[in-house]
Nanobody, 125 residues
Framework: VQLQASGGGLVQAGGSLRLSCAIS????????VGWFRQAPGKHREFVST????????LYADSVKGRFTTSRDNARNTAYLQMNNLRPEDTAVYYC???????????????????WGQGTQVTVSS
Protein backbone atom coordinates (compact mmCIF):
# COMPACT_ATOMS: atom_id res chain seq x y z
CA VAL A 1 0.00 0.00 0.00
CA GLN A 2 1.35 3.40 -0.94
CA LEU A 3 0.17 6.80 0.20
CA GLN A 4 1.21 9.98 -1.56
CA ALA A 5 0.51 13.24 0.23
CA SER A 6 0.63 16.47 -1.72
CA GLY A 7 -0.59 20.05 -1.66
CA GLY A 8 1.68 21.53 0.95
CA GLY A 9 3.45 24.83 0.54
CA LEU A 10 4.12 28.27 1.92
CA VAL A 11 1.15 30.43 2.82
CA GLN A 12 0.54 33.56 4.86
CA ALA A 13 -1.38 33.45 8.11
CA GLY A 14 -5.08 33.43 7.38
CA GLY A 15 -4.61 31.64 4.11
CA SER A 16 -5.76 28.22 2.96
CA LEU A 17 -4.31 25.03 1.56
CA ARG A 18 -5.83 21.72 0.54
CA LEU A 19 -3.80 18.58 1.07
CA SER A 20 -4.48 15.42 -0.90
CA CYS A 21 -3.60 11.84 -0.06
CA ALA A 22 -3.64 9.40 -2.95
CA ILE A 23 -3.90 5.78 -1.80
CA SER A 24 -2.89 2.86 -4.00
CA UNK A 25 -2.10 -0.81 -3.65
CA UNK A 26 -3.87 -3.66 -1.90
CA UNK A 27 -5.75 -2.01 0.91
CA UNK A 28 -8.57 -3.76 2.70
CA UNK A 29 -12.08 -3.10 1.45
CA UNK A 30 -12.65 -0.35 3.92
CA UNK A 31 -10.36 1.73 6.07
CA UNK A 32 -10.14 4.93 7.99
CA VAL A 33 -7.80 7.73 6.90
CA GLY A 34 -6.03 9.93 9.37
CA TRP A 35 -3.98 13.09 9.15
CA PHE A 36 -1.10 13.80 11.53
CA ARG A 37 1.54 16.48 11.68
CA GLN A 38 4.97 16.94 13.16
CA ALA A 39 6.63 20.27 13.76
CA PRO A 40 10.39 20.60 14.28
CA GLY A 41 11.38 19.50 17.76
CA LYS A 42 7.89 18.27 18.57
CA HIS A 43 6.17 14.91 18.68
CA ARG A 44 3.84 13.83 15.93
CA GLU A 45 0.29 14.84 16.73
CA PHE A 46 -3.14 13.85 15.56
CA VAL A 47 -4.97 16.30 13.31
CA SER A 48 -8.06 14.58 11.95
CA THR A 49 -9.54 11.30 10.83
CA UNK A 50 -12.42 10.14 8.68
CA UNK A 51 -14.34 6.89 8.47
CA UNK A 52 -14.55 4.85 5.30
CA UNK A 53 -17.99 6.14 4.42
CA UNK A 54 -17.00 9.70 5.19
CA UNK A 55 -19.91 9.96 7.57
CA UNK A 56 -17.77 10.28 10.68
CA UNK A 57 -14.93 12.69 11.30
CA LEU A 58 -12.87 13.70 14.28
CA TYR A 59 -10.59 16.69 14.76
CA ALA A 60 -7.97 17.86 17.21
CA ASP A 61 -9.19 20.80 19.24
CA SER A 62 -6.45 22.97 17.78
CA VAL A 63 -7.85 22.66 14.25
CA LYS A 64 -11.57 22.25 14.89
CA GLY A 65 -13.60 24.74 12.91
CA ARG A 66 -10.69 25.53 10.59
CA PHE A 67 -9.81 22.18 9.01
CA THR A 68 -12.12 19.80 7.17
CA THR A 69 -11.32 16.28 6.10
CA SER A 70 -13.10 14.46 3.30
CA ARG A 71 -12.55 11.56 0.94
CA ASP A 72 -13.48 10.32 -2.51
CA ASN A 73 -13.44 6.52 -2.42
CA ALA A 74 -13.93 6.28 -6.18
CA ARG A 75 -10.61 8.08 -6.56
CA ASN A 76 -8.97 6.46 -3.50
CA THR A 77 -8.09 9.92 -2.32
CA ALA A 78 -8.52 11.76 0.96
CA TYR A 79 -8.34 15.49 1.50
CA LEU A 80 -7.58 17.94 4.25
CA GLN A 81 -8.90 21.44 3.64
CA MET A 82 -7.09 23.89 5.89
CA ASN A 83 -8.49 27.38 6.31
CA ASN A 84 -7.47 30.32 8.45
CA LEU A 85 -3.99 28.89 8.82
CA ARG A 86 -1.81 30.01 11.68
CA PRO A 87 1.98 29.98 12.12
CA GLU A 88 1.58 27.22 14.70
CA ASP A 89 0.13 25.00 11.97
CA THR A 90 3.58 24.85 10.38
CA ALA A 91 4.62 21.19 10.22
CA VAL A 92 5.09 18.20 7.98
CA TYR A 93 1.67 16.70 7.41
CA TYR A 94 1.22 12.96 7.00
CA CYS A 95 -1.74 10.89 5.89
CA UNK A 96 -2.20 7.35 7.11
CA UNK A 97 -4.52 4.38 6.68
CA UNK A 98 -6.06 2.40 9.55
CA UNK A 99 -7.49 -0.86 8.21
CA UNK A 100 -9.15 -1.85 11.47
CA UNK A 101 -10.79 1.53 11.95
CA UNK A 102 -13.07 1.99 8.98
CA UNK A 103 -16.10 2.76 11.17
CA UNK A 104 -14.81 3.46 14.67
CA UNK A 105 -12.37 6.34 14.57
CA UNK A 106 -8.97 6.37 16.23
CA UNK A 107 -6.59 9.20 17.03
CA UNK A 108 -3.71 6.91 17.97
CA UNK A 109 -0.88 6.87 15.45
CA UNK A 110 0.19 3.32 16.34
CA UNK A 111 -3.15 2.01 15.07
CA UNK A 112 -2.49 3.23 11.54
CA UNK A 113 -0.96 0.61 9.26
CA UNK A 114 0.38 2.64 6.36
CA TRP A 115 1.84 6.12 6.10
CA GLY A 116 2.62 8.58 3.38
CA GLN A 117 5.89 10.45 3.07
CA GLY A 118 4.57 13.77 4.33
CA THR A 119 4.14 17.19 2.81
CA GLN A 120 5.53 20.42 4.27
CA VAL A 121 3.15 23.18 5.29
CA THR A 122 4.70 26.49 6.28
CA VAL A 123 2.59 29.39 7.51
CA SER A 124 4.26 32.77 7.76
CA SER A 125 3.09 35.47 10.13
Amino acid sequence: VQLQASGGGLVQAGGSLRLSCAISGRTSRSYGVGWFRQAPGKHREFVSTISHSGGKTLYADSVKGRFTTSRDNARNTAYLQMNNLRPEDTAVYYCAVAEAYSVVLTTQAERYNYWGQGTQVTVSS
